[in-house]
């Protein structure tokens, strides 16, 4: 039986995450990364396009507050994260799903286990089901 | 003797102001009404949907749709509409995105059943008594239309040649969008009907706005003092502007009243909500990292305020067999 493994869409900023080694070998464990030059990149419509599209969780690596490369892009990302869960649980979906990790990791070792740590989060709460309670997207009748 | 082009006016789920902003192009509307052949117009007029049907195809220049599809006869009329018309203008905030009656989306179908019928305050319904789509009374079977589980914006549920947004649409841009579709001069299907700008980019308020805007807590429009000059973030108000298309002619702004999204979008993007959700996040100041949380906490109910006219087009709405529809 295929034990059902949540897929974890991570946005990496280049600049505190990996920049020293881009290894292969997170890129083969880490399938769906989109890196970014800053994480203040990152806009609301991307991390619900995500989740729209089929990501059981978003997961935004940021640089340490005060430390951003481009003055305080990870800063203006934390804020839109905290709202965007606001947003999530009135559409019926766990804030959970949506996560910002404010650190640096010049080597990129931790990477794979902070999308495990949250994949095994995601784990509990199941597949995303936009369609829950409020949030009968079926298509329109014919 | 020229035959008049056949115009179709027909209101969904929505609250008939949009009907009501059509009567209100004055004497404007005589000159319209003088140009084209009205074959149906449920809120003026006596029409059977039957003379409709036996239409040709085609045979309806443009149908006006107003509101939301919420049950089963909106989306039979509109099929109906949609069939017999050559150009169908999707009218009002709630044919385009699912308008004010979208927000029901973040409750259930047997939520809003249960409140309407049974709990609310003012209900006496001892019996339980529900709306049932087939039910036989006096061995009558009596019908009622299908409330679905979910409202739809219009172009969820039919093809839509043309947007025109507002809560309700102006009348300048009605009377601008009917005049070309009479003269003929129509821009590319799909096209909204509106500047393609932003609201702040038409709002006088926008000369008082600071170099550099912070919000630190959020207040609503009765807990501040508003002068008719100041721009309303800068007073810490939630005004939609920024992510809000421009057109509506600034009434809300001009009478004190921070802009709460009924035109939609701008050109390019289709989740206002999201957009605007970005620009007030940015604009969030906390004195410290401590304290950012209890700042973004005073942004009330923020779904329910940034998808105010947009939620039944947002984002997480959007169906697959849409993808290759043009945002309104």
Sequence with gaps: MNEYSPKILCFKCNFG?????????????????????CSGKVDSTHILTALKEGADGVLVLGCNQGECHFQDGNYQTGKKILLIKKVLTSFGIEPERVRMVFSIDPEGNKVPLEIEEMR??????????????????TPPPP | MTVKPKVAIYWLGGCGGCDEAIVDLNEAILHVANAIEIVLWPVAMDFKYSSIEKMNDGEITLSIIHGNVRNSEHTE?????????????????????????????FRSKSDIFNWVYRDSPTVVNPKGVFPQTISEVNGKTLTLPDFYEHVYALNQVIDVDYYLPGCPPPPDLIVNAVSAVLSGKLPPKGTTLSPHMAMCDACERNKTKPFKLEIKE??????????????????????????????????????NTPCRGCFG?????CDSGAKFLSAIASLLQAENDDQVESVVDTVVDPAGYFYRFTQAA???????????????
């Design chain 1, 17 to 37: 995450w990996g920049y020293l080694d881009d290894k292969t070998e997170t890129r083969e464990v880490v399938k769906n990364m989109v890196p970014v030059t």
């Design chain 2, 218 to 255: 959020v207040k609503r429009i009765h807990e501040v003092e508003m002068d008719s000059e100041t721009c309303f973030l800068a007073k810490g108000v939630i005004c939609m502007g920024p992510a809000t298309r421009s057109g509506c002619g600034n009434t809300c702004v001009s009478t």
């Design chain 2, 314 to 328: 947002s984002i997480l709405h959007k169906f697959d067999e849409n993808k290759n529809r043009r945002c309104p």
């Design chain 2, 77 to 105: 009329m509109a099929h109906l509409l949609r069939k017999k018309s050559q150009l169908v203008l999707s009218f009002g905030a709630c044919a385009n995105y699912g308008g004010t009656p979208g927000l029901a989306n």
């Design chain 2, 265 to 269: 979008p701008v050109s390019h993007t």
């Design chain 1, 120 to 137: 095994n989060e995601i784990s509990a709460l199941g597949p995303i089901n936009i369609g829950k309670c409020a949030m009968t997207a």
